[in-house]
């Protein structure tokens, strides 16, 4: 049976509500939770799932650097990484199960594992500026959903038609009525 169309509808779908729940966060508790849950899951499924698959498989992520602007990048990538992929992709998945987990758990761990997804979406950039495509609207969502998970005490804007006050992760957020 062939799923190699399942990671990338995977991601994308994922993606799309990582970046929706993001731009609804700061207002909607529902936003704000549909996002921590979606990037969860597109660490834990896209990520490190998706590369165990890809690992089981066969896969040695020749290429994988081959877009990268830098000659040490592509240099490295495949005389370092491709020859110890079980090793380097193992840890690529023990992180993206780690971060995906930490992500659900409130307060400054979750805070933390945000800007450790931030991170590493930024440096995906250098195996390629096609990825620019994929980075630039997820670390907009991903900051989004740090800024709204912020502590009470931080400065908040409240939107114009929202009622109720939530407290998630000791942040408080405003739902919809």
Known sequence: MNIDWFLPVTWLSLGVVVVGSGLR?????????TGVYATSALWVLGGAAGNL?????GGDYSGFADGASSDFVRETWETLVVPHHTFFIGLLIVGETLAGLLVLVPGRVRQAALLSLIGFNVLLLS??????VWTV????????????????GAARVVGPGHSGRATVGGSELCDEA
Request: aromatic content about 16%; hydrophobic content about 60%.
């Open 127 to 132: 195996f390629g500026w096609a990825y620019l």
């Open 53 to 57: 698959w890809l690992l089981a498989r």
């Open 137 to 152: 609207p997820l670390v907009l969502a991903l900051a989004l959903l740090w800024h709204a998970g912020r502590p009470a």
């Open 25 to 33: 966060a700061h207002h909607s508790l529902t936003g704000y939770r």
